[in-house]
């Protein structure tokens, strides 16, 4: 039973000793017990022998035989779209399916190094090899090389464990980021997440409020990461590193996650950032910059490491030329060089795709006008708004016709415009039937500019996106789980009474109080058997679910009270009570509780029941194809 739930177990989850050996009775294994003493009492001392080999023998079966016997007959991996879910390819079925790809790679992307040749690099080299492997995704594959795994090296003739290449990189990646910080000109319309939308879509929304017609251009780069030339890049790089020398340094961010009153805290996580600055007699986590961070934290303590150290701008530059001019990757038993692109995986791949299409954006789109468009890009994902249609049709062009000088090739299929417009007789896919225009997981309203979540996935499966974990307090596990959810979903920008409206806030609490509770069943029924929450334990849980989202809601509207604690507590039993009517063998009593709760505070919504039944309805659709 413990080996199908091994198999069966998502991504990051993990299954303890303890948990596979509940259920056997140390004293019903013959070969534990002492010849002659079978069936005999044991002492505390002897059932803690049996028990410490019997660890030791499923240690071994899981191994030494279970593991090592998956591992030769399947390829396990997660994919692109399914998020948390493993797949088990056949080892042969794998091979047929990687064998295109992989001669793709072989002929665009990486050249063959000699076995003498590749010893010679490695002896020189800073930052060694690394691994590649291929994410399946909808259709072919994409080559993830992993930056973040420690390598063997010799050391004065021993064997030992060094750093990771991203580890080795942190230096050079906390010197990028402060020449960021200090003149962030090169980087363009460049956006670090998806946060960065609220600012720049509430500043246009207030510059256009005249009312006039908005076109939207969304153009998507094709293989990003791999078509960026490395000269061009570098070139690029090395005027952004403006300080012939740097200082830099980490420091600790320490923070309590299982609290459950104001002065309980059951597990600490600790964080190392690192940050730098030119090196001038400053420190660089100096009481002004500590103050700085702490001002976007809450709860989190804050030590410096001391470890400062001095880098060149030379040095930088020389490792940014080993990892991107001259990266060296293991295919099977073969080094292969990198010869056309930068690496996935790399804690320095945004940053320098930010600079790299920065550059580009001032070449060749300075004809966009700031008072008339905006133009957003996340990575490589391109959005123009523009009240202009003649700046929206030559944007598509430019896009469209490609770049040599910068390795840009556009996706056509995944393009897509609000009106009709055709490049070079090819129609350009249109949003019809649709107010909110997709965008990096997000829908913008083409009217109104309002925010909303785009929840439309190619993976319906909650479960899948779960990580459930074992722990001797599955209760506070549970909670702490369910509460990280719908925090994670308060995005400022979709609560913004002051961008969206209402009735839109009210659909998005709606939306986020849904997917909470849906996730909220699937942890109660993934914790195992013997794990069953009571009906006040969910009921106490969802009345904390408002009172988070309340003060969530507040704080994003710089405390204006616009959804008071009642009015959430409708949306909250509305959304939930949708959810568990169709589990309701198990919630019974919480369902009688929440509709009495939805029917009590209905009147304090302040918007006509019909307009509530029409977001209901429309909430209902969005999630209509979920299952959980």
């Known amino acids: 039973m413990r080996v199908d739930e091994f198999v069966q177990m998502r991504r990051f989850e993990s299954m303890t000793l303890h948990k596979v050996v509940q259920g056997l009775r140390v004293k019903s294994i013959p070969w534990l017990c002492p010849p002659g003493k079978e069936g005999s009492r044991l002492s505390k001392s002897d059932h803690s022998k049996r028990l410490e080999l019997l660890y030791e023998f499923i240690y071994y079966v899981f191994d030494s035989l279970l593991i090592p016997l998956i591992r030769a007959n399947f390829y396990v991996t997660e994919s692109s779209a399914h ?59 994409r080559p993830i090389t992993n930056l973040r795994r420690r390598q063997w090296k010799i050391v004065s003739g021993r064997r030992i464990l060094g750093t990771s290449i991203n ?60 078509s960026i030339p490395q000269d061009q890049l570098l070139v690029i790089a090395r005027r952004v590193l403006s300080n012939p020398l740097y200082r830099t340094t980490r420091h600790t961010e320490i923070k309590c996650l299982d609290g459950i009153g104001k002065n309980d805290c059951n597990s600490l996580r600790r964080r190392y950032i690192g940050s730098a600055r030119s090196a001038d007699d400053t420190a660089v986590f100096s009481e002004l910059a500590a103050n700085a961070v702490a001002d976007r934290k809450r709860k989190v303590v804050f030590a410096d490491t001391g470890n400062q150290r001095l880098v060149s701008k030379s040095a930088m530059l020389k490792l940014l030329y080993e990892h991107v001019g001259d990266n060296i990757v293991k295919m099977g038993k073969k080094h292969m ?3 056309k692109g930068i690496p996935q995986g790399s804690v320095l791949s945004s940053l320098l795709c930010s600079y790299f299409f920065g550059a580009f954006e001032r070449d060749e789109l300075g004809f966009l006008k700031a008072d008339s468009s905006m133009l957003l890009r996340l990575i490589d994902d391109f959005l123009l708004i523009t009240s202009d249609a003649q700046i929206a049709k030559r944007f598509l ?8 000088k910068y390795g840009i090739v556009v996706n056509a299929e995944k393009s897509l415009v609000n009106f009709d417009v055709s490049i070079n007789g090819h129609k350009i896919p249109r949003l019809s039937g649709e107010r909110f225009f997709p965008y990096c997981g997000m829908g913008i309203d083409t009217k109104t500019l309002e925010l909303q979540k785009h929840r439309e996935k190619t993976d319906a499966y909650v479960n899948n996106t779960l990580t459930v974990e074992t722990s001797s ?24 009474m002051s961008l969206n409206s209402r009735k839109q806030v009210i659909l998005t609490l709606l939306g986020n109080f849904t997917e909470t509770a ?12 013997g794990v069953h929450s009571s009906q006040m334990f969910v009921r106490t849980l969802i009345e904390e679910l408002v009172t988070v989202s309340t003060k969530i809601c507040w704080v994003k509207n710089n405390c ?23 589990k309701q063998s198990r919630y019974k009593d919480v369902l009688i509780w929440l509709r009495s709760l939805r029917e009590s505070t209905e009147d304090q919504m302040k918007v006509e029941r019909k307009v509530l039944s029409t977001l209901l309805e429309e909430n209902k659709r969005t999630f209509h194809g979920y299952t959980y």
């Not at 849906?518 to 058997?529: A, E, F, N």
Request: aromatic share 8%.
């Open 83 to 141: 998020r948390n879910r493993l797949f088990y390819f056949r080892q042969d079925a794998w091979r047929k399916l990687s064998e295109p790809s992989l001669t793709g790679l072989k002929v665009s992307m990486y050249s063959n190094i000699k076995p003498h040749q590749a010893r010679q690099k490695l002896q020189g080299r800073t930052l060694g090899y690394s691994h590649i492997r291929l994410l399946p995704k909808d259709h072919g594959a």
């Open 167 to 226: 580890t080795q990189l942190s230096p050079l990646f906390s010197v990028l980021n402060y020449e960021r910080g200090q003149d962030p000109a090169p980087l363009g319309s460049a956006m670090f997440s998806v946060a960065d939308l609220h600012s720049r879509i509430s500043k246009f929304q207030n510059a256009n409020s005249q009312g006039s017609p908005l076109f939207f251009v969304k153009v998507d780069i094709q293989s990003c990461f791999d």
């Open 337 to 339: 060089r990198q010869i």
């Open 397 to 404: 062009e430019v896009m469209s016709g490609g770049n040599k």
């Open 473 to 496: 307090r599955p209760g506070t596990t549970l909670r702490r789980k369910v509460l990280a959810s719908l925090k994670l979903q308060m995005h400022a920008m979709l609560l913004d």
């Open 518 to 529: 849906m996730k909220m069943h699937q942890y109660i029924v993934r914790m195992g058997r």
């Open 560 to 582: 204006q009270r616009d959804i008071t604690r009642a009015q959430m507590c409708w949306i909250a039993a509305a959304a939930c009570e949708g959810v568990l009517s169709r």
